[in-house]
């Protein structure tokens, strides 16, 4: 399996209360994704980066940011989080657009109550 | 990136050939077609992948029309792990600096003993 790890694996947050995810990997590749998924939807592109301080916007962008400051590390961050936000969030890599393939991580729930 | 078209659900006996269709009539001519899997609440998992010569590896072949509008992949002999959800994503390689990555519906595969 890929090197990608994602964390927590689990949150419970309060609406309007900041929240960061973290996505790493150990395979250093340039590409990095956010996703989330619901039911009835399917995954949906949250946010993406082709590098490091390389990124831009998905699907559903709205109310998250990302940061990626170093190759390894890609992070997803609700500023205020709503109850809209609560789903499963999953994170995904890619070497290059040449190889093709994506890796995923497990996958983040996050409640917001 | 070319929109994709799948059924939203297909059955398959167990020990058949599980044939999954997808229609890509806008694709262009240097957009690759991959196909990933989700299995339950896991991340999804790459399968194969083909620009315009069919495809085989260890999990499944995919033969896509001469025209290039269409594709299936196929599992030679569904199991019942084979039950999950099939995606079929057409994404232009080497040619863009932004690998963006977007998922559809996909195919609900269920596998019947």
């Known amino acids: 399996d890929a090197g990608i790890t994602q964390s927590p694996r689990h949150k419970v947050t309060e609406t309007g209360t900041p929240v960061t995810l973290r996505c790493h990997q150990t395979e250093n590749h340039r590409y990095m994704y956010w996703y989330r998924q619901d039911p009835g939807h399917g995954l949906r592109l949250i946010h993406y980066s082709y590098g490091v301080k390389d990124t831009d916007k998905g699907e559903v962008s709205d109310g998250y940011s990302v940061s990626r400051s170093k190759t390894e590390d890609f992070l997803l961050t609700l500023e205020s989080a709503t109850s809209s936000q609560t789903s499963v969030y999953f994170c995904?890599?890619?070497?290059?657009?040449?190889?093709?393939?994506?890796?995923f991580g497990q996958g983040t729930r996050l409640t917001v109550v | 990136d070319a929109k994709t078209t799948q059924p939203p659900s297909m059955d398959c006996a167990e020990g058949r050939a599980a044939n999954l269709p997808c229609n890509h009539s806008t694709i262009s001519g240097n957009e690759y077609v991959y196909w990933y899997r989700q299995i339950h609440s896991q991340g999804p998992q790459y399968i194969i992948h083909?620009?315009?010569n069919n495809e085989t590896n260890e999990m499944a072949s995919l033969i896509i029309t001469e025209d290039r509008k269409s594709s299936t992949l196929i599992l030679p002999h569904a199991t019942l792990r084979d039950t999950a959800v099939y995606y079929c994503?057409?994404?232009?390689?080497?040619?863009?600096?932004?690998?963006?990555?977007?998922f559809g519906q996909g195919t609900t595969l269920q596998v019947k003993p």
């Open positions: 994503i057409v994404r232009v390689d080497g040619s863009s600096n932004t690998g963006k990555l977007i």
């Open positions: 083909g620009l315009k």
């Open positions: 995904a890599i890619s070497e290059s657009l040449t190889r093709g393939s994506a890796f």
